[in-house]
C-alpha cells in the first residue's frame, strides 16, 4: 500500500505524528482474519521482548473480540482484560481500574475470563511460535510459555508459599492487554479516561473520522497527555481493504507508514 511516509536523512523511511497531535501511525497489511490474528499475537509477543508497555486493542464487535481474546489467552504470554458488553457498568469500570493500576491490583486475574471464553487446557504458545515471524529481531530468546495467571494475591514476601510467590512474580512480567469495543469505548465514564498506554492496535479499522477521533481520545488523552509520551497505532489491515485504509489515512490527516520489522523502534523512536 503506498503512503505518504517521510524521508529520513539516512535514506529509510519514518512515519512522523500524523494529523492528531503526538500520534505515530502504523499499518500491518494481512491477508484475512486468521492471519489477522496470528500476525497480532507475533508482534505482541516481538514487543514483549523489547518493551513490556501496557497496550489496548480497539475492536469494532464482540466477534472480533471474542476471537481476538481466545488467540491471545492460547498463547498464555499475556495478562488480558476485556472489556465488552456482557459486563455491567460496574464490572467494567472496575476491570479498568485494575488494569490501569498494573501488577498486584488483583485486576488482570479477575478479568481474565472476562471475555466469556475460558483458556485452552493445553498452552498454545509453541503452537503458534512454529510459523516464521515476520518480527525476528525482537522474537528470539526463550520462549515463555506460561501458565495463565491464577489468582492475583498479595506480592512476593508476603507469606505466600515459594511456588505461589513465582506465579505472582511471573505475573507481572506479562504484557498486559485490554481489549474493547467500541460501544464499551464510548460508555466508559470520563473519570477513568485516558487509559494511559501508549499503544493502540486497532483490529478492525475505524469506520468513521468520529470512532477514530474517539479511540485516540480514550486511550491517549487530548494533546497535552500525547506531548508526555511517544503514542503509537497501529492498524491491522487486511487484503481488500483497500477503500476502509484510504477513509483512515484521510481520517489521520498524516502518513501512515509500513510497520517495520523491528517493532521496538515503534515505541522507542526508530522508526
Known amino acids: 500500500m503506498a503512503t505518504e511516509d517521510r524521508q529520513r536523512t539516512d535514506g529509510s523511511l519514518s512515519a512522523g505524528p500524523s494529523g492528531s497531535v503526538g500520534v505515530w501511525h502504523y499499518y500491518a497489511a494481512v491477508g484475512n482474519t486468521e492471519a489477522k490474528l496470528a500476525t497480532l499475537v507475533e508482534l505482541l509477543l516481538a514487543l514483549q521482548s523489547s518493551t513490556r508497555r501496557s497496550l489496548a486493542i480497539c475492536c469494532s464487535s464482540r466477534d472480533s473480540l471474542d476471537s481476538l481474546v481466545y488467540s491471545l489467552l492460547r498463547s498464555r ?59 525476528p529481531a525482537e522474537a528470539e530468546g526463550p ?30 512480567r506479562l504484557v ?22 501508549c499503544l493502540l492496535v486497532e483490529f478492525d479499522l475505524p469506520p468513521s473520522k468520529e470512532v477514530y477521533s474517539r479511540r485516540l481520545s480514550a486511550v491517549f488523552g487530548g494533546g497535552k497527555d500525547r506531548r508526555s509520551a511517544r503514542c503509537v497505532v497501529v492498524d491491522m489491515v487486511e487484503a481488500g481493504a483497500i477503500g476502509a485504509f484510504r477513509a483512515l489515512e484521510s481520517f489521520t490527516a498524516g502518513p501512515v507508514a509500513e510497520m517495520p520489522v523491528r517493532v521496538g523502534d515503534m515505541l522507542l523512536g526508530g522508526a
Open 143 to 172: 520462549g515463555r510459555d506460561t501458565a495463565a495467571p491464577g489468582p492475583a494475591g498479595p506480592g512476593p514476601g508476603s507469606g505466600l508459599a515459594p511456588q505461589a510467590q513465582a506465579q505472582a512474580h511471573d505475573d507481572e
Open 176 to 197: 498486559r492487554v485490554l481489549v474493547i469495543t467500541d460501544v464499551c469505548l464510548k460508555a466508559l465514564p470520563k473519570e477513568l479516561l485516558p487509559l494511559g498506554v
Open 77 to 135: 504470554a499475556f495478562a488480558v482484560t476485556a472489556i465488552h458488553s456482557d459486563l455491567t457498568d460496574k464490572e467494567r469500570e472496575l476491570a479498568l481500574a485494575a488494569f490501569k493500576r498494573g501488577p498486584g491490583s488483583g485486576g488482570t486475574a479477575a478479568t481474565h475470563g472476562s471475555s466469556g471464553l475460558a483458556a485452552p487446557e493445553s498452552p498454545g504458545a509453541g503452537a503458534g511460535r512454529q510459523r516464521p515471524s515476520p518480527f
